[in-house]
């Protein structure tokens, strides 16, 4: 009988080590299960709505080519209806029985920050999809957020508020998260622009009328603008009341006006309102070459054919983008949690709908403040605003 030398022996052991690595590494590619909270239905349903269909669109295309890494996605998305309390049921359902990899959500600041403790002490990451500063300010391990800052916001409304010449102004805000949180803001940076804020009120979020507190500010004959602060239907009534009572200063909203939807809802009022924007709302206006330009357009073009009910808006971006950042860790760093974790704070030259992202472990948005523009109503759709 022959005998085999150790070097072939050690040669067929090490070849079939490797193969059963290889094969237990297949064996092990399972679903990664990705939470999503989001206010798909109520009076942040313009946000929510969005949201979710973008990331169904994405997991579906993700899924048909082969998933992340060999790895699909299995996406859960709870509705909140933009609940505070169901979200923090929805997290801890999430986490605890569902055992998910990831959250994506909430749709709105006040529920992303009463959940922030939570996903903090399980170590669960949180893209969030809200806008309020203080998600990540202070900055906490596990939870990101992907729509822009509210301080770059307020920055670029009054750069264009000093080039307009206006330096006494009125501001509006609804209660909600969003809301006290870009008040505050307004009211903060405002010495630095030497802008005044004459008048200051907050309204309910459900208001279907706000003609009183138009009256109120109106009685104040120096304001010269008003800056509106919120991600509610009273966008639109704001405006319309304005116009009805004759009163023609400019209004400013936030950048959570950024769904044609709100323009819809003010009709002719909403002519000529201003407001700073990702560069999503004119995807087509952009010039060849802009690092935003092919994502953007490519974006747009899969929502509106799939969704054409629907038209795209910065909202539904803001899901596209955490999904991206997601994505964009899982293929870097793996399935282990603690590792993507790392990865996402170290994310650098993500394209997104909302700007280019830069992570660091200081900065857990991303954005700076060229990820905004200034748009402006114009025959009823969006444009870029020109002074």
Not at 45 to 55: H, I, K, V
Not at 157 to 173: C, N, P, R, W
Request: glycine share 10%; net charge neutral; with cysteine.
């Amino acid at each position: 009988m022959k005998r085999i030398s150790n070097s072939v022996v050690t040669v067929v052991i090490s070849f079939c080590l490797v193969a059963g690595f290889s094969l237990a590494s297949v064996a092990k590619a399972e679903n990664i299960k990705v939470g999503a909270i989001l206010a798909v239905t109520g009076g942040a349903s313009f946000l929510g709505g969005p949201e979710a269909r973008t990331l169904e669109m994405m997991v579906e295309e993700i899924n048909a080519n082969g998933g992340i890494n060999g790895n699909k996605i299995d996406l859960i998305i709870k509705d909140s209806g933009a609940n505070p309390e169901k979200a923090i049921s929805f997290t801890k359902q999430l986490i605890e029985e569902e055992k998910v990899f990831a959250i994506i959500g909430p749709s709105t600041s006040g529920e992303t920050m009463k959940i922030k403790n939570i996903v903090e002490e399980a170590k669960m990451i949180l893209l969030s999809c809200a806008a309020a500063e203080v998600i990540v300010n202070p900055v906490a391990k596990y939870v990101f957020k992907t729509p822009q800052k509210d301080s770059h916001a307020v920055q670029k409304i009054y750069g264009t508020m000093k080039d307009m010449g206006i330096t006494k102004i009125a501001v509006l805000a609804g209660n909600t998260g969003f809301g006290k949180a870009g008040k505050g803001q307004l009211e903060k940076i405002a010495p630095e622009f030497g802008i005044e804020v004459l008048m200051a009120e907050v309204y309910d979020k459900k208001a279907t009328d706000l003609s009183a507190v138009v009256a109120k500010l109106m009685a104040n004959k120096d304001i010269q603008a008003v800056v509106n602060w919120s991600i509610v239907p009273a966008q639109g009534i704001l405006a319309k009341n304005m116009r009805q009572a004759g009163w023609d200063v400019p209004l400013f909203q936030s950048h959570g006006f950024g769904n044609i939807k709100y323009v819809e809802a003010g009709g002719a009022a909403a002519e000529g309102i201003i407001f700073p924007a990702g560069r999503l709302l004119i995807a087509n206006s952009l010039p060849e070459g802009h690092p935003q330009k092919q994502l953007l357009v490519r974006y747009l073009i899969d929502y509106e054919t799939k969704y054409p009910e629907d038209k795209v808006s910065t909202f539904g971006g803001h899901a596209y983008d955490a999904l991206t950042i997601l994505v964009a860790a899982i293929e870097k760093a793996g399935t282990d949690k603690e590792k993507v974790r790392d990865a996402i704070e170290n994310l650098t030259g993500v394209a997104g709908t909302a700007g280019v992202f830069n992570f660091s472990p200081e900065d857990h948005n991303g954005l700076d403040i060229n990820s905004f523009e200034m748009l402006t109503v114009k025959d009823g759709k969006f444009a870029l605003y020109h002074k």
